[in-house]
């Protein structure tokens, strides 16, 4: 489509899984050769108007990244480009809190893979996406009904489908009852809402 694409990878280990090599082939078989950027590399230059694809981690990341990986991340973040991330942005944990913003990237958006992930709705961790989608990418529907969820995203298909339409002129009784139990002296907000 005429688009200027530039592939970069971040070197930063030796070891190439079988997957990669194959992609490295497509890249290059479509004229595409990536460069690749390692500890002493300079950082690319970011037009304002461009978009970054964002994959240089995925939900694997155990660790903080390396100190010239955080700042490859502060480039991209500090550009004005958009950035795009695939499956979650890169340093962002599964399961914790990174220690410093600056080591995960900032995403304007992320395509995510099969099912949203845990982390792009809480406070701590969901600053770092502006707004996400997923896309299905044809695991087991088996698999996943038979998973057991750390929890459930409750949607407004969901919800429809317990919902009883109110007669205008019914009873506040009839439709059964609920009990709310929360808040604490002094912070009964959330109960009454």
């Known amino acids: 489509n005429g688009i200027d694409v530039k592939v970069y990878v971040v070197n930063f280990s030796d070891s190439r899984s079988k997957d990669f090599l194959i992609n490295l082939d497509r890249l290059k078989n479509n004229g595409v050769w990536p460069v690749f950027l390692s500890e002493l590399s300079e950082l690319p230059e970011i037009a304002p108007q461009a978009i970054v694809v964002d994959a240089i981690f995925g939900i694997g990341l155990s660790r903080p990244p390396s100190s010239w990986v955080v ?6 973040n500090q550009s004005k480009a958009f950035v795009l991330s695939i499956d979650v942005p890169s340093g962002l944990f599964m399961d914790k809190v990174p220690q410093e913003s600056s080591m995960v990237i900032h995403a304007n958006h992320v395509i995510s893979f099969q099912t949203p992930k845990l982390v792009f709705f809480l406070p701590e ?4 996406l502006n707004s996400w989608e997923v896309v299905d990418i044809g695991l087991s529907p088996q698999f996943l009904q038979q998973a057991i969820p750390q929890a459930e995203l409750v949607t407004k298909r969901l919800i429809l489908s317990h919902y009883q339409p109110r007669n205008k002129f019914s009873h506040k009784g ?10 604490s002296y002094g912070k009964i907000g959330a109960v009454i809402l």
């Open 71 to 76: 700042k490859l991340i502060n480039h991209i």
């Open 125 to 128: 961790t969901g600053i770092f």
């Open 174 to 183: 009839t439709y059964g009852h609920s009990l709310i139990v929360g808040g």
